[in-house]
């Protein structure tokens, strides 16, 4: 065999000939667009394949483990044939002990049975050589795959050590120059019709080349390139990869395209979706999960009786609906939503029995109420999300070892809980808001390293802190307030850029406020106040666009301003903070925020001017709907105009419901009121 080096050698078994024959041909021929990778990138040979069977040799052979040895990867066809192939096995052992796993590409031919992921359809030994959730790189051919080109060159990228994505886009275009020179040449003999026959082949060609790249990208997309960036942030680029994949598809008509297009098409336009919606960008959002539900309808009426098709379209009518709500649309949101519903129960009954899909029934209930909640309509909202919870439960208990539908039931006993605080239900707000974090708990023991539960754990807390002071158990609220601020602090240590979790700090400091003045200490207040304004600025610095004023950060922020110049006996301080929660609210007309909250914070912000008509002016249309806080304040602006029967049965009726935070029990005793 001499000095002779192999780029790959190609580990497969003899059924699986024909696909090899294929792809050995395909790279010995391919040579690497300009530009692609290094100027002195080498075309992809030789690759080697044993042709002889080997089934009646005791080993490998002197010729087979020298090829291995001279080889820079080894590509593994993995197919239930090769699973069980011996000498495959014992080709991947030699390999692995001289090269390492990094030096394997899978071709995927096929998945076992019970089993989908890429490092189920590795033979035994090659699986073993990765550390749990590790995989090889893999080029997947098999139905619903990256389909034969696009597996293609992402061998072929390995190959050469370039990037996948301009592989393809160089790869694409080098085909479209070739097009275009042979139209040309056949240009200068054609007479004029046959000119403009080669002219619309030319154009048809150009489109097939279009179509191919497109087709490509959103594959990638899809793929790889989600799985590398996504984690590490970097959604400006899945946006632009998404874009450019669908500026194509912007000119096809659907009914050009087959299923596999068109699925393709609509899944690219979801993602895309929902990388713009993480990017803040809700009108982008917006259009491209309008086209992405008008692909998987159109896609869904082929075949109606198609379950994945439907419960794909009714994903992207959720999607739309969600970003209708936060785009303040809500007749839209809500029609979306129970669109969405309606879907969800045609997917039930084409299967009774499919747990997914009994749950996305229990999703769409949850996603209605928390639409009512936000409109005011609290007992409609009770309603929609109990049932939600009844169906949790039920599929909890259907599949005891998923968490899924667990940590479902802990926000929907969360929303439970809030819907009762709106109520005016006290004790109930906060016995569900208790199952919720118990649920929770249950879930961190069991994975322990889990940073995303972790932090829920501790909003958790801090939620339940909130109904805790709401009934007066200041000891209590305290104990979880600081529990949640140590944890906080230790998780935005650890990654200082997650804005949720800086987000959820800053809260913190916020209900550290909170409890501290509702327990009289004006100067722990004044401190965690100071540490709130530096948590929100440093919000505000990481994206200025969305945190640059929020009801639930600068909102409560300018209210505890308030609290602190009228305890320090400034009034015009506690004026300029009110009017600054005026012009900042006034400032959001016709944007999406948290009603109930707003509605509050106006009115803090009027009796602290002494504008008591516009505190009744503002507050008493909603009466039936306001939170205990906004009916509080609502209680103190009948007070101070002499209106004392009406603050009587405000306060009455907050009492009898357990309403007990300190400031409102020392107003009703120092007013003498209920």
Known sequence: MGDLNYKAFISYSHGDGKLVDWLHRRLEAYRPPKGAGPADARPLRPIFRDRAELSAAADLGGAIREALDRSEHLIVVCSEASRRSKWVGEEIRHFLSTHGPQR??????????????????????????????????????RPGGDGHRLAFLKVAATLLGVRLDNLIQR?????????????????????????????????????????????????YMLGDLRKKLEPVGRLDVLDGVGARALAHYAHVDPRDLDDEDLSQQAKAQTLLGEIRDKRGDLKGARQAFSQAALTSEALSNRNPQDGERLYEHAQNVFWLAYVDWRLARTADAEAGFRRYGELAERLTRLDPNNLDWRMEVAYARN??????????RNKDALAAFDDARIRFEAAAKAAPDATQPVKDLADAHAWLSDTHYRLGQMPQAYEQRAIAQSIVAGLLKKDPENRPMTAKLYAGQLALARRALDLGRV???????DGARRGFRELTTLDPENANWLDYAANAELDAFDVAFAAGDVATARAVHAEAVRRIERLRSLNPEVYAWMARLNGKLRVQAIRLAEVDGQPEAAKAAAREIEQSLAGRTGRKGDAELEVWLLGMAHLAQGRTDEVIRV????????????????????????????????VNKLRLRGYARPDFVAFSRDSSLG
């Not at 590409?105 to 590790?134: K, N, Q, T, W, Y």
């Not at 056949?186 to 046959?194: D, K, M, P, S």
């Not at 000891?475 to 307030?481: G, H, K, P, T």
């Open 171 to 219: 790869d694409a275009r080098r085909r479209s120059r070739w097009m275009a020179a042979t139209t040309a040449g056949a240009l200068g003999v054609a007479v004029v019709t046959g000119a403009l026959a080669v002219v619309a082949f030319d154009a048809r060609r150009e489109a097939e080349a279009q179509r191919a790249e497109a087709e490509d990208l959103v594959a």
């Open 367 to 376: 996603n209605l109420g928390t639409l009512l909640l936000d409109e005011g």
């Open 475 to 481: 000891d209590e609220a305290r104990r979880l307030v």
């Open 619 to 650: 507050l008493e249309p909603r009466r039936d709907s306001l939170s205990p806080e906004a009916l509080y304040i609502l209680a103190r602006a009948f007070h101070s105009q002499g209106r004392i029967s009406e603050a009587t049965a405000i």
């Open 104 to 141: 394997v590409i899978c071709v995927l031919v096929d998945s076992p049975e019970g089993g989908g992921e890429v490092i189920d359809c590795l033979p035994p030994l090659l699986r073993e050589a990765f550390p749990p959730g590790g995989e090889p790189l893999a080029a997947d051919l």
